[in-house]
């Protein structure tokens, strides 16, 4: 499932975020609409205080129902975010900080979620993270193996 296409050729993407994240995801919602990806926002709606993992946890499960192909969470430093998602047995979320860590994410650990801390990046920057992350594609090889003891190990 994870960075397949569907049958209509556009993927959905799943965006949850607590306060302190909410500029950012509204940043990256405007983005990915624009170029042309279906978003499903778990919310918040406002930088009125709330707890993260009522937003990650449902944008992660939407993800391994197959709702959304992949998702992004959003926080103040992307952790608490990240390990909720992690939570979700067939998610792997990763923390990206920049381009680097995105490209990585998905070419060696093939994350099917990230985490971004709106707090520690610039809104440019935030989406240069997202389009790397989309644009990677996951390497196999030897990368398979060590996704597949995180399968049997952490399910």
Request: aromatic share 6%.
């Amino acid at each position: 499932m994870v960075n397949q296409q569907r049958k209509t050729g556009v993927q959905k993407i799943a965006l949850g975020t607590d306060h302190a994240g909410y500029i950012l995801k509204e940043a990256i919602k405007t983005h990915l609409q624009q170029a042309g990806y279906v978003v499903v926002d778990f919310g918040t709606d406002s930088l009125q205080a709330v707890d993260y993992p009522d937003y990650c946890r449902p944008a992660a499960e939407s993800v391994v129902r197959g709702d959304c192909d992949l998702g992004i969470v959003f926080g103040g430093s992307g952790n608490g975010e990240a390990m909720v998602a992690n939570k979700v047995p067939g998610i792997r979320c990763g923390v990206c900080w920049n381009e680097t860590s995105a490209r990585l994410a998905k070419e060696h650990n093939n994350a099917n979620m990230i985490a971004i801390g709106a707090r520690m990046v610039s809104m440019q920057t935030g989406i240069e993270i997202v389009n790397t992350w989309m644009g990677a594609i996951f390497q196999g090889g030897r990368h398979q193996q060590r996704i597949d003891k995180i399968d049997k190990w952490c399910p």
